[in-house]
């Protein structure tokens, strides 16, 4: 059974940080990229940050110098440092992981997070 558990959101004021962990289990972590989306409430979904099967990264623009994307092999896990929070920051992240073999995406569940003024 493929799972990816997101964990460590919550209610932040702006300025201070959070990191989601996001744990995987069911794939083979060394061969899939992963990364993490974002949905605001009535807003579309927006890729945040990738970080391929090798360690290289990427980020959104909005993101870029704020937030860091790494990832632990030993532990199958994903993470995303997330410093000086903004408000329109606030949504629920997705974390996701691509195997580049096969193509396909696994997602999971998500977890909110809350940015006040």
């Known amino acids: 059974q493929v799972q990816l558990v997101e964990s460590g959101g919550g209610l932040v004021q702006a300025g201070e940080s959070l990191r989601l962990s996001c744990a995987a289990s069911?794939?083979?972590?060394?061969?899939?990229?992963m990364g993490w989306y974002r949905q605001a409430p009535g807003s579309q979904r927006e890729l945040v940050a990738t970080?391929?099967?090798?360690?290289?990264?990427n980020y959104e623009d909005s993101a870029k110098g704020r937030f860091t994307i790494s990832r632990d092999y030993a532990k199958n896990t994903v993470y995303l440092q997330m410093n000086s929070l903004k408000p329109e920051d606030t949504a629920v992240y997705f974390c996701?992981?691509?195997?580049?073999?096969?193509?396909?995406?696994?997602w999971g569940q998500g977890t909110q997070v809350t940015v006040s003024p």
């Open positions: 970080i391929t099967n090798d360690g290289i990264t």
């Open positions: 069911g794939i083979n972590f060394n061969i899939n990229s």
């Open positions: 996701y992981g691509r195997n580049i073999l096969t193509r396909y995406i696994y």
